[in-house]
């Protein structure tokens, strides 16, 4: 299938088709420090616990954060990323020794605790404190990822962050959120995107992995209830994945895939890349393809993260 034309004016079209519309508004209103270690992790790293509240216009929503920063030394660009099973179990999960080591800090959240993964949430979250606009889960997660670089912001210069040189970074259903996230939040000035597959990095075009239909059959409520109408239908949507890659330049962007992980179309995430590229300068857009399957890995965030 031909592909749609790299062009100025696509994120409004992903907007209305796809993911929705973010409203404004919705501040960090309060950041109380819950803990801090100095030196944990060898003695290189300083580790802080944040509870955050952001006021929305129809109430607050308080999240837990945690952050990695190195200790000592220059401001360290800072990594935001939200994370699948609590703070907690990134101690294990994320490679924050490496991380570190390679001068970064990093910002975490779970993301249920912005918005629940549920097409029946049984309680609301950022989605239900905002008058009526219609937008999908995976851009409320994005507009979370935006929150951490706020919060991320107040703490530079204090704890040795430097925001100027923002990461955003997310594996699959959050890696569809981290795009988002890049696209619209341009204080990012690197976004990465691990096996995010469909509605991620993964061109619709090309045939493999997950579908529309697919996707929005068991998960309606990531995206507006109106991209539905699009399952068998790719070649009509008005646009295509290259184009979301592309509407991040001239600020970079880094891709990973695994050669194991059908579902999100690896090679589909290539031919993305590569219809994006002529958007960017000579590097700014990267991509690998590593063996193994479907997870964030060591090796995909050093090889992201020196890009
Ligand atoms: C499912 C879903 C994908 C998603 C993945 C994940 O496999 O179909 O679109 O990326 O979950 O988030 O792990």
């Known amino acids: 299938m031909p592909l749609p034309p790299l062009g100025p004016d696509v994120v409004e079209e992903f907007t209305r088709t796809i993911y929705g519309r973010t409203p404004d508004g919705g501040k960090l209103s309060e950041l109380v420090l819950q803990s801090r270690e100095d030196g944990v992790l060898d003695g290189a790293a300083d580790r802080l616990r944040h509870r955050a509240t952001v006021a929305c216009p129809l109430g607050d929503l308080s999240f837990d954060t945690l952050l990695h920063l190195p200790s000592g030394g220059d401001a360290a660009p800072v990594a935001v990323i939200l994370n699948f099973d609590g703070n907690d179990q990134t101690l294990t999960g994320f490679p924050y020794e490496k991380i570190v080591q390679a001068g970064y800090a990093v910002l975490t959240a779970h993301y249920q605790q912005l918005e629940p993964d549920d097409p029946n949430p049984p309680a609301p979250g950022v989605r239900g404190l905002f008058p009526a606009e219609s937008w999908g889960a995976v851009a409320a997660w994005a507009w979370g990822l935006s929150r951490l670089l706020d919060i991320a912001a107040t703490l530079d210069g204090l704890d040795g962050l430097d925001v100027g040189r923002a990461v955003v970074i997310g594996h699959s259903r959050l890696g569809k959120a981290a795009l988002w996230a890049g696209v619209r939040d341009e204080r990012f000035a690197l976004t990465v995107s691990n096996d995010s597959g469909c509605c991620g990095a993964s061109l619709f075009r090309h045939p493999g992995g997950e579908d529309i239909e697919a996707i929005t059959r068991r998960f309606p409520h990531w995206f507006v209830p109106s991209f539905a109408q699009y399952a068998g239908k790719e070649d009509e949507l008005p646009v295509d994945q290259h184009q ?38 000579p590097d700014g857009i990267g991509y690998h393809l590593r063996p193994g399957g479907h997870a964030l890995l060591e090796e995909d965030w050093m090889k992201a993260l020196a890009f």
Request: hydrophobic content about 45%; aromatic content about 8%.
């Open 244 to 281: 979301l890659l592309a509407s991040i330049a001239p600020r970079r962007v880094y891709v990973c895939s695994a050669e194991d992980d059908a579902w999100a179309d690896p090679e589909g995430e290539r031919l993305a890349v590569e219809a994006a590229r002529p958007a960017f300068g």
